[in-house]
């Protein structure tokens, strides 16, 4: 990546920043101490799921006779009643609620299956089963997730009834944001950080710089946000993967005006995050499961990039980045590394985005283009703990990254490659408009593939 040149095609900026002043820098990655202890995590505030022992209400049956009318009536309210009647005193039944030939009765008894099978028997009766509960899909209460649409659309409502992030094993999956920084700070991060690096300038403050008119300090604040602001806590938005098991590790490789940087940044930035052990930079304490890059370099494969990209795949990390918003001309690096999962842009109505690039080594889609926010595009978490709004693949790629995190929420033991593999096999492509030169493998679903009975909703 040459000098100044920009992470990506942002657009939408809606909301003024207040300048704000970077934090003191304390060296850490690049010094010989010890790493200092993990943030601690946050207790959800979701609704306790019920028991699943008891999926119905207790003592309550749904009970529907067969109109027969017993022969002496052609009016058939007044045959089901006569019906409805006689098996009610067969069966000594305590209606709690009557009901009609066009629904059923709500009848108490005593022993749920047993009374449901002695109905079952009697053939004037159509069915009897329990008053199962209903389950509410889990939606949020932070003020701005009526904009996500990214989220709503795209089968996270589904897919958080099954994962939040939220493992029942309290196992952390790390998610490494490598890119122009993050406001570690920010008020829908909390419990959320591990101790992060930045890279370019050498040192342990991942924060971005002051924010600057035209300069993009703030991308990699809404890209974090994206993939797993805290959900639920009555704040801002809420991330793909918001429960408080994911913890995201922030890895600064630009200025502090997130527009200079090179490809030697990202590829310590890649090891570092793996794990992997370097002589100019201190181990990290915690070797990430995912990395996204929502950063690019151009369309010509880069061969450093792709080891490093490698080395991290081997060492088990599933690696996501943006494909880039030149439009047609080809994925960007590391997008095109055959070991990084390239992920382009749609719009609310899964088109892709005009901007988002297309070719062969594109994967996935997912949301980054414009879409029904009253600001705009997709909203998420800009510095000093404020909210706004931008479009881009470097939007889509988070996204996919979260749904990642949420699949390994679900399953520890998953590969890289599995990741994929779901990912790619259960992704909503319409073959009556969409080819894989521009829509990959298809449209990630969060709910599909989580494992539930929809695909992006439906």
């Known amino acids: 990546m040459s000098p100044k040149r920009s992470l990506a095609l942002l657009l939408g900026l809606c909301l003024l920043l207040q300048a704000c002043t970077k934090p003191p820098r304390v060296p850490k990655c690049f010094a010989d101490q010890p790493a200092g202890p993990a943030a601690t995590s946050m207790v959800p505030s979701e609704t306790t799921p019920r028991d699943p022992t008891l999926p119905y209400v207790p003592g309550q049956l749904l009970v529907r006779y067969q109109n027969t009318g017993s022969g002496l009536s052609t009016n058939a309210t007044a045959g089901y009643a006569l019906t409805a009647q006689a098996v009610r005193q067969s069966h000594s039944l305590t209606v709690l609620r009557s009901g009609n030939e066009n629904a059923p009765d709500l009848i ?6 047993q009374a449901a099978a002695e109905l079952q028997r009697d053939p004037r009766v159509a069915y009897a089963h329990p008053n199962y509960y209903l389950e509410p899909l889990l939606t949020p209460n932070d003020p701005y997730f009526n904009q996500q649409w990214n989220m709503s659309d795209f089968g996270l409502p589904e897919a958080w009834e099954a994962e939040t992030g939220e493992n029942a094993d309290g196992q952390n999956v790390v998610l490494a944001v490598i890119d122009s920084g993050v406001d570690t700070d920010h008020e829908d991060f909390v419990g959320k950080m591990l101790p992060g690096c930045d890279v370019f300038d050498q040192d342990n403050d991942p924060n971005p710089g002051p924010p600057t008119p035209g300069d993009t300090a703030e991308h990699g604040t809404h890209v974090a946000g994206i993939a797993a602001a805290v959900g639920d806590n009555a704040r801002g938005v809420a991330g793909v993967a918001f429960g408080p098991n994911v913890r995201i590790l922030p890895i600064k490789v630009f200025d502090d005006t997130g527009t200079e940087g090179s490809t030697d940044d990202l590829i310590r930035a890649i090891l570092w995050a793996a794990g992997i052990r370097q002589s100019t930079i201190e181990d990290n304490p915690n070797p990430a499961d995912i990395i996204n890059m929502s950063v690019g370099a151009g369309t010509t494969s880069i061969p450093a990039v792709d080891d490093a990209a490698n080395q991290a795949f081997n060492r088990g990390v599933v690696l996501f980045a943006s494909a880039g918003n030149n439009g047609v001309t080809g994925v960007q690096s590391p997008a095109n590394a055959p070991d990084v999962i390239a992920v382009g842009s749609v719009n609310s109505s899964r088109q892709r985005s005009a901007f988002s690039a297309t070719g062969p080594e594109l994967d996935l889609m997912a949301p980054g283009g414009i879409g029904p926010a009253s600001c ?44 994929k593999t779901r990912l790619t096999s259960t992704a909503l492509f319409d073959a009556g408009f969409m080819t894989e030169n521009e829509y990959g493998s298809g449209i990630v679903c969060a709910d599909t593939a989580l494992g539930l009975g929809t695909q992006c909703g439906n």
């Open 108 to 113: 108490a008894v005593a022993d749920v299956e």
């Open 376 to 419: 705009g595009s997709v909203p998420s978490t800009f510095p000093n703990s404020t909210y706004a709004c931008l479009q881009g693949t470097s939007m889509a790629s988070p996204f996919a990254a979260g749904v990642a995190a949420l699949l390994l929420g679900q399953d520890p033991t998953l590969t890289p490659t599995e990741i």
